[in-house]
């Protein structure tokens, strides 16, 4: 019997899905020093199929970042109660990916560190970047410039992912929130 066009949609779909899914920890791992031979060899896909898809590897990882699981996950990180208090909501943001992380499936690791190292104008860092100069201007944060206060936290964030990446074994041990919180918080002198 031959295959309905449902089906061969369903088919080419899942092709496609695979080819992104494996490219994720590639993208999280080596950036824009992605070829196409990686993804094809780690998606165990031939060039042709692959370009059947997509036209290089740069646009494996637009199509990345046009798929439900990075969007959902960008709008958890980006979804944070803009609190009065900005040491409030910093504090909010830095829980909330902790959870993430520790709730986080191997497959989830690479898409976490694409979506925290994102640099749209709409992106987590720029966000909390947001949260740091507000913080400063109540007195609430250390005082610095807000992109290296950020990069510390991100820093120390994309080290677990990638530690995580690259060796699957490797037990996600996360600082608590209250530690990390110290990145952030102005400290007073009496």
């Known amino acids: 019997m031959p295959r309905t066009s449902d089906i061969n949609k369903q088919i080419k779909d899942e092709r496609k899905q695979s080819i992104l899914v494996a490219s994720i920890p590639l993208f999280a791992l080596y950036n824009e020093k992605v070829s196409v031979d990686m993804i094809c060899e780690k998606a165990k896909c031939s060039h042709g199929l692959l370009y059947h898809y997509f036209r290089d590897a740069n ?4 199509n990345i970042r046009k798929t439900d699981a990075y969007l959902n996950l960008k709008a958890e990180l980006l979804d944070i109660v803009d609190n009065d208090s900005a040491i ?4 909010q ?3 909330h990916v902790n959870d993430c992380v520790e709730k986080a499936k191997n497959e989830d690791y690479g898409l976490l560190y694409l979506v925290i190292n994102e640099e749209e104008k709409t992106s987590f860092k720029n ?3 947001g949260y740091v100069k507000k913080g400063q ?3 609430q944060i250390v005082a610095g410039k807000p992109e290296n206060i950020v990069s510390v936290f991100i820093n120390q964030i994309n080290g677990v992912l990638l530690k ?3 060796q699957k ?3 996600v041990e996360i600082p608590p929130v209250d530690n990390i919180m110290q990145i952030f918080i102005k ?3 009496r």
């Open 127 to 129: 966000s909390l970047i």
């Open 93 to 95: 943001i830095v829980r």
């Open 137 to 139: 201007v109540q007195n």
């Open 164 to 166: 995580k990446l690259l």
């Open 187 to 189: 400290k007073t002198v």
């Open 88 to 91: 409030d909501s910093v504090y």
């Open 169 to 171: 074994s490797y037990k």
């Open 59 to 62: 646009n494996v990882l637009f």
